[in-house]
Each structure stands twice: as C-alpha cells, then as structure tokens.
C-alpha cells in the first residue's frame, strides 16, 4: 500500500521536472512569455509533488526497517550501496530544486535552465538506483552463500543485475508517459472549455510530446525485459502469460479466466505459435509452465495474470493515441484544434498511472513466495506483527489526507491558469507581463 501510493509521486518527480525543461528552453528559444508562466508553475507542482515524495519515501525506509527486518539484515550489505547512490540523487534532486525555485533573477539563463536539468536528471537517477535494488531482488547477484549467510560480497556486480538494467528503461519510460499523459489530459480538459487559451495549448503539447514518444518506445522495452523474465524468472512469465503446462509452440492468449484445478486459462483468445515466437523468434520453440515447480511455489495466479494484462491493454491504448497524434501533426500540422483527440486525451489521462500500479503488481506478487527469488521467501522476512490492522488504518488515512491535499493545491494551481496571446520578453528580462485569468479576466501578480 505504501509503495503504491508513493511511487504516483516518484513517477511525477521523474516526469514533471523534463517537461518544466522542455518549457523554459522553448522560453529562452522564442521568448514567448507564455512558456515563462508554464515554467513556473510547472516548477510550483514539482516543488509540492517532490515534497509528498518525501514524506511517503521516508515512511517507506522506516518500514523496511520495522516490516521487513530479517530481508534488510541479510541483503542489506549487498543493496546497501543502491540505496545509499539513490539518497545521494535524492539530495542532489532537493539542492537544486531549490536553486530552480529561487533562482529566478538570481542565477543567468543558461545556469538556471542547467539547475533545471539536474534536477529532472537526479530524479531519474533516484528511479535507476531503486530498479536496480529491485532488480536484484528478481535475479541476486554478486554473493556467495556460506551458512546460510552472505559472502564475498560485491555490490557493482549486485546492481548490475540482468532483470534491473532492463527494468531500468521501462520504468523511467513508463514515468515519462504516465506523466506526459496525465499532464496533457488535465490541459486537454481545459482546452475544451476554452480553445484558444495559450497557455493550455503550449502545455498540452509538450506534455502529448513527452508522454507520445516514451508510450511509442514503451512496449519495445516491455517486450526485451520480458525476454529477460523468460530466461532468468520462467514461473512468473507462466504466471504472466497464464501458461499452465510446458509446451512448444506456445500461443498468446488474451483475457482469460485461470482455472487453478483443472490448470489452464478458461476463455482466453488464443493467438497460435506467438508467444515462442515473440519470445524467442522460434514459432516451435519451447515455453516453461507452472508446472516446472511445485505448487506450492507458483505466485497467485488470478493477480499476476489479471495485473499484466491491464498493463499490457493500457500501454497499448495509450502507444495508439500517441500514433493518433502523431498523424494528426502530421496531416494537420496541430494537435489543439481536434476536440476528438482531446476527449480522447482526457480519457486516457489516468491509464499511464494505472499500467505502473498493475506493471508493479504484477512484479512484486509475481515473484511471490519469494523476496529474493531462489535465495528467501517472503514468510522468512516479514515480522509477525499482531494488531496489524492498526498501522494499516492509519496509514491509509494519512496517505487519503495527503492525496486530498495535494489534488486541492494542484487544481488550484491550474485553475488559476492564465490566459493570453503570446508575448516576447523585452531585454533578456524574466518578469512577465500581465496575463488575464480565465475565471475573472482579473490580472496576475508577477512572481
């Protein structure tokens, strides 16, 4: 519950700081004064959404610690330099954040618009060190056991896990698209109501451009990383795929209902022959079942399968929207002027969200009775802690009052968008000139 709630924020401090980049570069580049304003308030959500970010991470270490005492004492020394790499960006990220925020004016263009750049970088960066801590949990590396306990240990060769450094790609893409598509559905929403309101227009762009190509080249790295999965983690691609028995030839199923006494997917569509050939280029080749293990070590079969196939139909939906676009600016030379296309955005807003919620479901729980695969199951790690429901509660709570908090300053945020023609800056200056609010046709107060 924890990891899910927190990784909504970590995804939008991947996201969020690229696309306030993107728009202060276009700012310097054109010196439309309505790319200043998006900058700014680009930056004031990044600001809110990195503080919350905060919060929950540091419930998460915590509950490591507490939750999780016999898998911190036993992998720490091996993922310890992970997450002391993955602080170390979570602090560079805090830095120069707070340079970008209160640098205007103070630092030059092009150093202001560099501390912008490291703090999108240092976001990505804190998202490659926890893959890669989560990847070697998937595959372990860089140990040998000797009674039990961990030796020789080296931690560059337990980061550099197979299942990590692919994992890495796709969950930063999959961070830029949830972003992108979020983003670009709030200002579609928008642009619905009111047009020719520029600002929204300018938004909505970069933020289809943004989350348009990382959903294009999404489903190229799902497709790689799940050939790592067949190779290094047979039983959770079974689990994935619904592939109840070993068999060459193996098709490609779509929907279904598994069917755990009889051992196969009911009322699945069956694509003959593509699941070996997508996974090896082999029409014949063979792919391993649940049945390779005991039963008593396949993961929950209903959850896996069902949370991979919502990741799955979302990042399909959301690759075709973006080719939608695509041809939109292709034959229209605009993507602003189709209401169709910005319905459709608005729809499809909260599906990048949903794919990380399920593509992270279906990681964790797949790889389940395990913690780390092959080495120590999940009962072996977890403190058996009495009145469980407690924290449980409490947590949902703060997590809900955080979430209504945040969602009450960012519809604030936008909902005092301003509204204008586009206006160039006059000598280098930063200050915006006066810009209309919709609501009220009232002037906004420079920043």
């Not at 980049?21 to 959404?49: D, F, H, I, P, S």
């Not at 016999?70 to 602090?91: D, K, N, T, Y």
């Not at 992270?360 to 009962?379: F, K, N, S």
Request: glycine content about 10%.
């Amino acid at each position: 519950m924890s990891l899910g709630f927190h990784i909504v924020f970590a995804v939008v401090g991947i996201g969020l700081p690229l696309m306030m980049v993107v728009a202060e570069w276009r700012w310097l580049r054109t010196g439309e004064e309505v790319y200043l304003t998006l900058t700014q308030r680009w930056a004031k959500g990044t600001a809110v959404l990195f503080a919350i970010g905060a919060i929950s991470g540091t419930v998460l270490s915590f509950q490591l610690g507490l939750l999780w005492p016999g898998f911190m004492a036993w992998a720490g020394p091996i993922i310890g330099l992970a997450f002391s790499l993955e602080g170390f960006a979570f602090f560079t990220e805090a830095i120069f954040l707070g340079l970008y925020l209160y640098g205007w004016g103070r630092l030059s263009p092009a150093a202001h618009l560099g501390a912008g750049i490291v703090v999108a970088v240092s976001g990505a960066a804190s998202a490659l060190f926890v893959v890669l801590a989560n990847g070697w949990m998937q595959t372990p590396r860089g140990f040998r056991i000797v009674d039990a306990q961990p030796t020789d240990i080296d931690p560059v060769v337990a980061m550099l896990n197979p299942s990590g450094l692919f994992q890495v790609p796709h969950m930063i893409l999959a961070a830029y698209a949830a972003t992108g598509f979020v983003v670009a559905g709030i200002h579609a929403f928008r642009l619905l109501r009111d047009p020719d309101n520029q600002f929204h227009q300018r938004a909505f762009v970069i933020a289809c451009v943004v989350g348009g190509v990382s959903a294009l080249f999404q489903p190229v790295s799902g497709d790689i990383l799940a050939n790592v999965v067949a190779k290094y983690q047979p039983v959770k691609l079974a689990a994935f795929e619904g592939q109840f028995t070993t068999e060459s030839g193996a098709p490609f199923r779509l929907g279904g209902i598994p069917d755990l006494e009889q051992g196969r997917l009911r009322y699945a569509i069956e694509i003959p022959y593509a699941l070996s050939l997508m996974l090896y280029l082999d029409p014949h080749a063979t792919v391993a079942g649940l049945d390779a293990v005991p039963r008593e070590e396949w993961p929950p079969i209903g959850v896996v399968r069902a949370a991979f196939q919502i990741m799955i139909l979302a990042g399909i939906w959301m690759a075709t929207v973006a080719l939608w676009g695509a041809w939109l600016w292709w034959r229209r030379g605009s993507i602003v002027r189709s209401r169709r296309f910005l319905q459709t955005m608005v729809g499809t807003a909260p599906l990048g969200f949903l794919a990380i919620e399920a593509g992270w479901t279906a990681t964790e729980v797949g790889r389940q009775p395990w913690i780390i695969t092959g080495v120590m199951r999940t009962a072996e790690a977890v403190t058996p802690m009495p009145w469980l429901i407690v924290p449980l509660i409490f947590f949902a709570a703060l997590y809900l009052f955080l979430a209504a908090v945040v969602v009450w300053v960012l519809f604030h945020q936008i909902g005092a968008s301003p509204r204008g023609e586009p206006v160039r800056r006059n000598s280098g200056e930063t200050r915006r000139e006066a810009l209309t609010v919709p609501a009220s046709g009232a002037a906004e107060k420079p920043e």
